[in-house]
């Protein structure tokens, strides 16, 4: 007897078709994955960045008042130190001497303090710049994984953001 041919070549072509159109709607799936991650890694970059940039205006500021209060400082101590010649000649000015010496340990204070505020600020900017530069770094690779089609780039990627959120949370003081 003879044996009864089925034509397989349809049947693998139709087997290939499926495979294609599955792994486009995986592929498909994931393409929008990617591309939602990487907005979101965008958001948070840019809201790092406003971070960022809020606590460096806010270091400059107060370096320039703690500038402002050390230019004041050195007044009075001119100031003091022109009565402590006065007072060579005359007692009457004594009082004025202290006073200036009292307002000069006051000013001096809030110029230490200011220069403190204005190091912290500096310290929490450096917290946000991290985050950017990760999130930059992780669009980066996230861009490439979808051009290239590497899932384990945008897995790095993941990662990178993740090392982002969590520089973003520790300068948020979370």
Same mark, same amino acid.
């Given at each position: 007897?003879?044996? /009864?041919?089925?034509?397989?070549?349809?049947?693998?072509?139709?087997?290939?078709? +499926?495979?294609?159109?599955?792994?486009?709607?995986?592929? +498909?799936?994931?393409?929008?994955?990617?591309?939602?991650?990487?907005?979101?890694?965008?958001?948070?970059?840019?809201?790092?960045?406003?971070?960022?940039?809020?606590?460096?205006?806010?270091?400059?500021?107060?370096?320039?008042?703690?500038?402002?209060?050390?230019? #004041?400082?050195?007044?009075?101590?001119?100031?003091?130190?022109?009565?402590?010649?006065?007072?060579?000649?005359?007692?009457?000015?004594?009082?004025?001497?202290?006073?200036?010496?009292?307002?000069?340990?006051? /000013?001096?204070?809030?110029?230490?303090?200011?220069?403190?505020?204005?190091?912290?600020?500096?310290?929490?900017?450096?917290?946000?710049?991290?985050?950017?530069? #990760? #999130?930059?770094?992780? /669009?980066?690779?996230?861009?490439?994984?979808?051009?290239?089609?590497?899932?384990?780039?945008?897995?790095?990627?993941? #990662?990178? =953001?993740?090392?982002?959120?969590?520089?973003?949370?520790?300068?948020? =003081?979370?």
């Amino acid at each position: 007897m003879d044996e /009864i041919e089925v034509p397989t070549e349809h049947l693998h072509e139709a087997i290939h078709e +499926q495979v294609h159109h599955a792994s486009n709607g995986k592929e +498909q799936k994931w393409s929008m994955l990617v591309a939602i991650s990487t907005a979101l890694m965008a958001v948070l970059a840019a809201i790092s960045s406003l971070f960022a940039g809020h606590n460096s205006n806010e270091a400059v500021i107060n370096q320039i008042k703690a500038s402002d209060q050390w230019a #004041f400082y050195q007044a009075k101590g001119i100031k003091a130190e022109i009565k402590a010649i006065k007072i060579g000649n005359a007692s009457t000015d004594t009082a004025e001497y202290n006073r200036y010496k009292k307002e000069q340990a006051t /000013i001096k204070e809030a110029a230490e303090a200011l220069q403190a505020a204005s190091k912290a600020h500096l310290e929490i900017e450096k917290k946000f710049a991290k985050a950017v530069t #990760f #999130f930059q770094i992780a /669009i980066a690779i996230s861009a490439i994984s979808i051009l290239t089609k590497r899932k384990f780039l945008w897995v790095i990627s993941l #990662f990178l =953001g993740a090392s982002g959120l969590l520089f973003l949370l520790e300068g948020i =003081g979370i």
